[in-house]
């Protein structure tokens, strides 16, 4: 699932990172903790990465990063809120400058026609930074393939979001 490009994606995000002495968290549903290993991966990524909370069910999402219960229950656990509470509430927990974050149907069942298997919400929060202020960027992707595929594109998605976020400042 770690392949070659998404490790070189994973090293690239970290160092550009590190020149902006900027650190990261994650927040992890259906994933499962893929993107932190992947960041972790690259050998001196300590450097950067701070923790990654794997908040896989929704008692997890609350109690692990804040999500409120109440928003869980009113849109569900994939829905762009939480993907933003995840991001925010490990932002907040761990004193990173940026978390990432993701919610999501990653199959093979547990699809529905309004939330279908591949579909992904992520956010990615950063701390206030300098002059440019804090924020909260988030993607809707609905990803092809297996449960395999689809957790990996869900890693690449969410470098590519961090990058945005760095691209800013």
């Known amino acids: 699932m770690l392949d070659d490009q998404t490790l070189a994606e994973a090293a690239a995000l970290l160092e550009a990172m590190k020149a902006r002495n900027l650190t990261l968290a994650t927040a992890e549903s259906c994933t499962g903790g893929l993107i932190a290993a992947a960041l972790t991966a690259v050998a001196g990524s300590s450097a950067v990465v701070l ?10 999402k609350t109690a692990m990063v804040g999500v409120p219960a109440e928003l869980i229950h009113r849109v569900g656990a994939v829905s762009e809120e939480v993907a933003r509470a995840m991001a925010e509430g490990a932002l907040a927990r761990s ?27 992520l956010g990615a929060a950063m701390a206030g930074h300098g002059a440019f202020p804090a924020r ?5 992707r609905l990803f092809p393939g ?3 595929a689809i957790r990996a594109a869900t890693v690449r998605e969410a470098f590519a979001l961090a990058r ?3 691209d800013a400042i």
């Open 51 to 60: 923790a990654g909370f794997v908040t896989y069910s929704n008692a997890a």
């Open 95 to 121: 004193g990173a400058s940026i978390a990432l974050s993701c919610t999501g149907v990653a199959g093979p069942g547990g699809g529905s026609a309004e939330k279908p298997v591949g579909l992904v919400h």
């Open 136 to 140: 909260t960027l988030h993607a809707k």
């Open 146 to 148: 297996d449960r395999g």
């Open 164 to 166: 945005s976020l760095l």
